[in-house]
């Protein structure tokens, strides 16, 4: 009889970032379902899904529910960095593994997570390095009140310093806020070269409608004079948005744009299982790619005893809509390759062309930063026009 | 929030990890690779004989279990780098010895696959803020050691020049800016010129 092995899977589906949630959920389903009805690797998933609903405080003892009793020894989940540090001590307690599938703001590795989300290296650096060759060195910095905008900021402040440039403001709103009057005048004074947005959800929302609000009113910020820069915008986000976003810049490790036959395949499927209309981000893909990452190292090993799969995940090499993944075993992050698209009509991100080269994950931003291009020698900057190209 | 000032990068750093080996040290080493800090495991002597060598890393984790004064090329409270001490048994005979060694701070035992990064950058910092007391302690000690050189400085101005003894100090304060001197290298350089005999002479 076919071996079956019991998969935690804990996603938020209510609460602030429900959408991610969802995302999180749907591509773990998926890509469960896949390998069960697939003949090639010779075991079943049996899900065990659990949904704390949004409240962090819920996150640890639902995690010690799925892995106390022994038969759940990998948990894919998790979307804040908050719920992630909330299941850590179980996962380490009952030896058991977390795949975190999110871009967070690094400086974490931990032996009983797999990250297969961006690290800031994977996400913010490749930003400012087009940022600082396209619109120059002087950004605001926006976020909430936590640790993914402050964390971001503060690289971002970083980079500035090493590029030669200057922060024209910084501004962080309360979790939730969005009332953004302050942070859009502000902005209209000091005029900066672009804004780096690292608010979440709402107040991510808000803001960008009242930008472009202000860009009707002074085309000096217009999204091609003055853009609004993100790490965290998705693509179901910008239907959320709306026209507002269009024009503005995000980075991921995967937009449902990027030109592969192996994308356009899962799009097919992802659309004749959730209908037409079902939005795929990096949060439907990183979850997809965990539990595919997992699946191949069980089939390797014929266990999912985790000293196993800690021993054979780098090896394995599952093909993903993005290319195969491969995993870095002394930090047990994903080698990625960031995107930077520019949302246009109809909730989708293009391609811009100048980006799209792997990236090793460096957690603990241990490479020296003249490795990072455009980031080596302020002077090479062309801060005049914007040139974006765009693949066709 | 608050502005921070930027994190220090560890990528260039060399530490030194004391302690017998253990999976507490293999756990500390994979750490610090993963951070981008260059280690080794030593034990029980550190591979540097004395406190100026070039050979001494920035940092070093020490075994406040097993560890003993006779290991540290310098006095206790006298090392020239950050100090990080592994706790494990939390005796207080043991932490009080780590702390008189000159911890910066600690990491406990058993060692995971967290709680490095941040006790470097709480070390970097502490280490360079007692380096920066040490030193403006230092200047201050002197300072207060070099009185009698401005009394005796002022006493000689007043009665070599017939000076009140406000007009004497504001000299030797006008001579010290200057000279670009502070008021006590002053104070020596005008004792040295004209000589403590000048004053008996005036006396005479």
Known sequence: MERIFDLGVLYSTEGSYAALGQQGLAGARMAIDEVNASPDYGFSFRAEIADPRGRFDRYGPMCDALVRPGRVRHVIGGITSWSRKEVIPVVEKHEARLWYACPYEGFEANDHVFYLGACPNQHVLPLFAHAFETFGTRPFLVGSNYIWGWENNRIARELVTHGGGEVAGERCLPLGDTDVGRLIAEIRETRPDFVLNNLIGPSSYAFLRAYHALAQEDAAFLPERRPVLSCNLTELELDIVGPAAIGHIATASYFDSIPTGENRAFLGRVAARLGPKQRVSAFFVGAYSAVLLLAEAIRRTGTDDPAAIDAVAAECRPILPMGPLALDPLTKHAVLTPWLGRAVPGGRFELLEETGRIVMPDPYMASPLQDVRGLGDPTSRASQAPRLRLVQ | ?204
Request: proline share 6%; glycine share 6%.
């Open chain 2, 1 to 204: 929030m608050t502005r921070s000032l930027p994190a220090p990068h560890f990528r260039s750093w060399k530490a030194l990890v004391l302690h017998r080996a253990h999976p507490a040290a293999d756990a500390l080493l994979k750490q610090l690779e993963k951070i981008g800090v260059a280690a080794e495991q030593c034990w029980p002597d550190l591979p540097f004989k004395d406190r100026g060598s070039s050979e001494r890393p920035d940092v070093i984790f020490f075994d406040a279990d097993m560890g003993y004064d006779e290991q540290f090329p310098w006095a206790p409270g006298q090392a020239p780098m950050p100090q990080i001490a592994m706790i494990g048994s939390e005796a207080p005979g043991r932490i009080e010895w780590a702390l008189r060694q000159g911890a910066d701070t600690h990491v406990l035992k058993p060692i995971g696959s967290s709680g490095v990064f941040g006790a470097l950058l709480i070390a970097h910092r502490a280490f360079a803020r007692r380096q920066a007391l040490e030193a403006e302690l230092a200047a201050l000690q002197d300072k207060q050691g070099r009185r009698t050189a401005v009394a005796r400085a002022t006493a000689l101005l007043m009665v070599r020049d017939g000076l009140s003894d406000k007009d004497a100090f504001r000299r030797l304060q006008t001579l010290a800016m200057a000279s670009r001197l502070s008021l006590e290298d002053a104070a020596d350089a005008t004792l040295a010129h004209f000589g403590d005999a000048d004053v008996g002479r005036n006396r005479a």
